[in-house]
């Protein structure tokens, strides 16, 4: 089996100095590949590499772009990607909106701990990763609350708890990913995003979108409203997440959406931060 590496760098390529974890190269993972997996060819060109929460939107794109540049190139039978954990849910959720057409399995993974720290962490997820390469399957791969590895579906997978723990939304509809071509070719949105904490929003800066992050109930603040129909007059679209598919809707959901408000749903908030940015 060929199999194109990205290695993007995260707690999976880092070490530890005097209790500091430092990012550094993917030496161990490919050490790792090579001598457990000699049956298959690992191809792992040079990506830049960064850690989870210096994330961006371009960072994750000029990612993107290079996996289908080199599968276009070569001919490969699945894509192992190596990432942080710390915003790895919102990487996999772009992913399966955009690496649909590359018509090979790909597979997500990481370490919560860096591998001089704990080699074992490190070695199952990539052992199951690529496992699930070969039997032509597509996710994200991490150990589950029993240490028993699983494979989590892209588009419903929101980020890990304080203890690393990730799970997929509850509530998804199904999904049908589309091709974004012009994802790579223009100028990204900056996207203001609204918490979901009790106070009133400091709304001050240049941003193209918004993002009003809900509580489970699928409600925000309705200090917003006067928020969401400036906005909206501005021509800055406005979005909620996430938002249940089924049961009453609370008021101030009503009345956001009347002020403009547009409601994402059947996704987590990982997922509807990608559909605003591709929009």
């Not at 050490?31 to 994330?55: C, K, Q, R, V």
């Not at 289908?68 to 039978?77: H, M, N, Q």
């Not at 490190?122 to 990763?129: C, D, R």
């Amino acid at each position: 089996m060929r199999i194109l590496g990205a290695m993007l760098g995260g707690t999976i390529s880092s070490y530890c100095v005097s209790g500091t974890i430092k990012l550094g190269k993917p030496s161990f993972v490919r050490e790792f590949l090579i001598e457990n997996f000699p049956f298959n060819e690992f191809i792992i060109p040079e990506f830049e590499t960064y850690s989870s929460e210096n994330a961006t939107p371009e960072l994750y794109r000029n990612a993107l772009k290079k996996i289908i540049e080199e599968t276009k190139k070569s001919k490969y039978d699945g894509v192992l990607i190596t990432h942080g954990t710390d915003t790895c849910a919102f990487f996999a959720q772009l992913a399966a909106r955009v690496l649909s057409g590359i018509n090979i399995p790909y597979v997500i993974t990481g370490a919560m701990h860096a591998p001089d720290i704990d080699p074992k962490e490190a070695s199952g997820n990539l052992m199951y990763a690529v496992q699930c390469l070969e039997e032509g399957r597509t996710g994200v791969v991490f150990r589950d609350e029993n240490g028993e590895h699983q494979l989590y579906q892209a588009h419903l997978i929101m980020s890990p708890d304080i203890y690393g723990l990730y799970s997929e939304y509850r509530d998804g509809s199904s999904f049908h990913p589309k091709e974004h071509p012009d994802f790579f070719t223009k100028k990204l949105p900056k996207i203001l995003t609204v918490s979901a904490v009790p106070g009133n929003v400091a709304a001050d800066g240049d941003f193209d979108r918004v993002l009003i992050c809900c509580n489970h109930s699928g409600t925000a603040s309705e200090d917003l409203i006067s928020l969401v129909e400036r906005w909206t007059r501005e021509g800055k679209e406005c979005y909620m997440a996430p938002i249940p598919r089924k049961g009453a809707v609370y008021e101030s959901r009503k009345k956001l959406r009347e002020a403009g408000a547009i409601e994402l749903t059947g996704m987590p908030l990982e997922g509807a931060w990608c559909e605003v940015l591709l929009r």
